[in-house]
């Protein structure tokens, strides 16, 4: 089954633990992103990669990291977390960047990951 | 500054009826634009995807439109269901040098009552 699956599905940890949260998608995908989600703020972006050693910043890349070293796998990382960055994340993937606008070249998104920072 | 707003915030309606939600966008310049749906607690799933030579596109009961001119796009739902209560979120891709970049908009949150 074609899936984006993310590891954990939910997380409390404390304040300066790191922690790494996966991602892993089965279509070969080229471009895959990691958002977060805040009530009232909607999806923002925290990284993007458009290929494997191809990642780049999105609207909120303040506090977090990413490597893409395989590109199946795009691991979401916190070295020192804090609770500002309590809130749902989502990783999500698609064939090409997003600038190619064919039916085909449609987003899939992974179940999320609710992470609470204490 | 590139933005999607999207109105109304929020919207109540009997089940059986039509409704409409906005979206209108900054981005320049435009390369496409997508309507996605979200039900609580899980990731948004793709409702379709339009470039600016597109002006409309379905999906079963979904239906968007495109006005690259004045820069809106709507997403009609026909014959509401209850599972269609979900929030729906506008999505544009510019055409610039950020390959990568999509802007999100805040989303409607619709809820359809029986």
């Known amino acids: 089954e074609a899936q984006v699956t993310q590891n954990p599905r939910y997380l409390i940890t404390v304040t300066g633990k790191k922690l790494t949260v996966t991602c892993s998608q089965n279509?070969?995908?080229?471009?895959m992103s990691w958002y977060r989600q805040d009530p009232g703020l909607g999806l923002r972006q925290i990284y993007y990669?458009?290929?494997?050693?191809?990642?780049d910043k999105g609207d909120v890349p303040e506090g977090y990291k990413v490597s893409r070293k395989e590109k199946r796998n795009f691991p979401l990382i916190l070295e020192s977390p804090s609770p500002n960055q309590t809130s749902l994340y989502f990783c999500?993937?698609?064939?090409?960047?997003?600038?190619?606008?064919?039916?085909?070249?449609?987003?899939?998104f992974g179940p999320g990951t609710r992470l609470t920072v204490l | 500054k590139n933005q999607v707003e999207q109105s109304p915030q929020s919207l109540i309606i009997l089940e059986g009826k039509n409704c409409t939600l906005q979206?209108?966008?900054?981005?320049?310049?435009?390369?496409?634009l997508r309507w996605y749906k979200q039900d609580t607690g899980r990731g948004p799933v793709s409702l379709t995807i339009?470039?600016?030579?597109?002006n409309t596109k379905s999906n079963g009961r979904y239906t968007a439109t495109l006005d690259a001119d004045t820069k809106q796009s709507s997403l009609h739902i026909t014959a509401s269901q209850l599972s269609d209560s979900a929030s729906y979120i506008c999505?544009?891709?510019?055409?610039?040098?950020?390959?990568?970049?999509?802007?999100f908009g805040r989303g409607t949150q619709l809820t359809v009552w029986p």
């Open positions: 339009m470039t600016f030579s597109e």
């Open positions: 999500a993937s698609s064939l090409n960047h997003p600038q190619q606008g064919d039916w085909y070249n449609e987003q899939f």
């Open positions: 279509m070969n995908h080229e471009y």
């Open positions: 979206c209108n966008y900054t981005v320049s310049p435009f390369s496409n």
């Open positions: 990669s458009m290929n494997v050693e191809v990642t």
């Open positions: 999505v544009v891709a510019d055409r610039g040098s950020t390959l990568g970049r999509l802007y």
